[in-house]
């Protein structure tokens, strides 16, 4: 996910050496925060000088560490409870570019009903899960899925997208590889007005509205989760 409405055009091999060299800096005199080779390439791309790439990775692993990224599982009450709910689920498929899809089925979730720190929890917990089932050799980008059946106003929730767009931008940058919205009904239109403001222009290129047609260009609908299609 661009940052800033930058591009996704390659970093000029002088900044990356810079940005590459400003890291070491720190790698070197505590090796635990080393990072890949992908994640500076991915932080590099998305925020394009190397003094900005830096300034982000370095608050990236800031919040990682405070946030205790590493620790969180699914033996985490809070995060089991939103587990139950079946809201999100990354699939046991990926997607026909070979991106680990996570899938969010908007109607199991109520905006009136939720914790918003356990929420944005589980929602760490989970990019974690998918980012884990990337071969960053061949693929490190994300396919999420946005399942707008029955869609309701109590199903919108506008602080959860805000949160997701900020954690993509900052701690998961140029994960997003696709952002499919499935089943979207009229009234979702009116919310999108209000949400794309939000989204740099590179990063509201990689959100799809399709139909049952066009999504076979990226996933099957077998693979979607069984209960897709039932109304309880």
């Known amino acids: 996910m661009a940052a800033n409405g930058a591009s996704t055009a390659e970093p000029s091999e002088a900044e990356y050496a810079k940005f590459k060299s400003l890291c070491n800096i720190i ?11 992908a994640c500076l390439l991915r932080f590099m791309r998305a925020f394009l000088t190397a003094d ?6 370095v608050k990236c692993i ?6 205790g ?3 969180l599982s699914d033996a985490d009450p809070d995060i089991k409870m939103e587990i139950d709910s079946k809201k999100a689920i ?3 498929h990926r997607d026909f570019n070979g991106r680990p899809i996570l899938y969010i089925s908007a109607r199991k979730h109520s905006a009136n009903d939720r914790d918003i720190d356990r929420l944005t929890k589980f ?6 899960l998918a980012c884990k089932k990337c071969n ?4 490190d980008t994300l396919c999420i899925v946005f399942d707008l059946k029955d869609f309701s106003t109590n199903n919108m929730d506008y602080q959860f997208v805000k949160n997701l767009i900020w954690l993509l931008s ?3 940058p140029e994960r997003l590889g696709v952002c499919l919205i499935i089943n979207a009904p009229v009234l979702f239109y009116g919310c999108w007005t209000v949400i794309k403001p939000w989204l740099s222009p590179v990063t509201t290129n990689k959100v799809l509205f399709v139909d049952d047609v066009k999504m076979r260009d990226y996933i099957h609908p077998d693979m979607l989760p069984d209960d897709v299609n039932d109304n309880n």
């Open 69 to 71: 990224v590493e620790s």
């Open 90 to 92: 990354l699939l046991r």
């Open 123 to 128: 929602i760490v917990y989970m990019l974690e």
């Open 27 to 37: 790698f070197d005199a505590d090796p635990a925060q080393k990072q890949s080779e």
């Open 170 to 172: 900052h701690h998961y």
């Open 136 to 139: 960053e050799e061949i693929i």
């Open 52 to 57: 900005q790439a830096f300034t982000m990775l």
């Open 62 to 67: 800031k919040w990682r560490r405070e946030f």
